[in-house]
């Protein structure tokens, strides 16, 4: 029951997620360095047969022990002081239960060495007995850290883990959802290879009150939780030729849309849909001439009941009073940038020339306009934003797109006419015919 809801890579996330939570004790206090988790790692080995993970953080604290192996977290206030956002305490054993039939976790801290052993009888449904003994000892090295091994992989999990495929697309969501932690100094490994942050980086050019990219930028506190808002434009404006092949064959992966940090953990990526404002009000649908857009809803508390997530840590509680106050501002920001796309529409080529003296910026770290230059918002204490003046095109006879659909053989065949080669792209097949038609009607 406990693993039904969860996917296998929600399940490793967690256990990545469970070393960051022991390197950030260790750094109690020191949090506020640009680099607090140098020197701290996490090492992942997967195979059809085995699971490994192991971390140099410190790690399970004795006074921790009994919480980290009930079903539940009886005091989810231990972590209180710590921007931590494992509250539910169920991450461990529920990927344990839901990777193996047996495994063994050790731990090394300061105040002791333990191991557990969840044994195939232990894990059997119809065994009654609940009762997990620890072993207990003093503390064994000076490698302080947690360790799980997992000797007797499912069977279908295996698989997975044999899949090269599956390998890929874990290394790349742990750099996504793990980025902005390893961008501060937390190292991940998995099978030996050490893996790259992968965080958000936009347009944006110096502050002044010329026409420039810029990035829409808002900031507040509220209810002991920091609050930051940036969207703006992550690449040059999609083309009519890009929309026509996104719309045909829409691509899974791609920077565009909403993501969503918690505790520098990622937990919404690249979202397009309502969740994040998306078709809401005045803001259009997700479409692919928007394909330029980004930004980050970034939230930070010590108190990790107060941020607006699930019991997977992966899950948004979008009905929640500190996250609806941050889709409002995520709304303003998108509306901004959907309706400079439209303006330019047609004329994207044009845009290059602002696009090339704007700098790419990093999000989490460089982007701070509504510090620096923000205005008050009207009704939200404290809070500040920054909407960019962004380049509107000098041309006053707007441009519209006009789109139609007809059969391959018969575009190649008008190709093979127009241009003696068969293979033109359809937009340009249909731009030449609306030039030449246009032509004979000027001179009439």
């Known amino acids: 029951m406990l693993t039904r809801d969860i996917e296998l890579n929600d399940a490793i996330l967690d256990l990545v997620d469970n070393c960051v939570d022991g390197a950030m004790r260790q750094r109690k206090g020191k949090l506020d360095e640009p680099m607090p988790f140098k020197g701290f790692q996490a090492n992942l080995v997967l195979s059809q047969n085995h699971f490994h993970v192991s971390d140099n953080c410190g790690g399970i604290p004795k006074d921790y022990i009994d919480d980290a192996f009930s079903l539940g977290r009886p005091n989810i206030k231990k972590d209180g002081d710590l921007p931590t956002i494992g509250m539910y305490g169920i991450g461990m054993k529920r990927a344990i239960f839901k990777i193996g039939n047996s495994a063994s976790v050790q731990s090394n801290s300061s105040d002791g060495f333990f191991e557990v052993k969840y044994t195939s009888e232990w894990l059997d449904p119809e065994n009654d007995k609940w009762d997990l003994p620890i072993s207990r000892s003093n503390g064994k090295d000076d490698n ?71 990035a829409f930028d808002f900031e507040a506190i509220h209810d002991e939780v920091s609050i930051k808002v940036t969207i703006g434009l992550f690449r040059g404006l999609a083309k009519e030729a890009e929309i026509d092949d996104e719309t045909d064959s829409p691509k899974e992966k791609e920077t565009a849309g909403i993501s969503v940090v918690c505790n520098d953990r990622v937990i919404l990526l690249s979202d397009r849909t309502l969740k994040s404002g998306w078709g809401d009000g005045t803001v259009p649908r997700y479409h692919p001439q928007f394909r330029a857009i980004a930004g980050l809803i970034i939230f930070s508390s010590n108190n990790a009941e107060k941020l607006p997530i699930s019991t997977t840590k992966r899950g948004l509680d979008v009905g929640s009073e500190i996250y609806l106050l941050a889709r409002k501002a995520t709304m303003e920001g998108l509306k901004t940038f959907t309706d400079f796309t439209n303006k330019w529409k047609g004329m994207e080529d044009e845009t290059a020339a602002y696009f090339e003296p704007a700098k790419r910026a990093d999000v989490k770290t460089t982007i701070s306009l509504a510090k620096a230059y923000g205005i008050s918002v009207r009704g939200v204490d404290g809070a500040k934003k920054y909407i960019p003046k962004l380049p509107l095109p000098a041309n006053k006879n707007p441009r519209r797109r006009v789109s139609f659909v007809r059969d391959d053989q018969s575009i190649r065949q008008i190709s093979k006419y127009l241009f003696d080669d068969s293979s033109q792209h359809p937009s340009i097949v249909g731009g030449e015919c609306f030039d030449r038609v246009l032509a004979e009607a000027t001179k009439k």
């Open 144 to 214: 302080l850290g947690v360790t799980i091994d997992v000797d007797n992989v499912k069977p279908d999990i295996g698989r997975q883990f044999e899949n090269e495929a599956f390998i890929n697309a874990l290394k790349n969501e742990i750099s996504e959802h793990f980025g902005y932690l390893m961008q501060r100094g937390f190292s991940i490994t998995v099978n030996k290879e050490p893996l790259k942050p992968k965080t958000l980086i936009l347009f944006n050019a110096a502050h002044s009150d010329d026409s420039d990219i810029r």
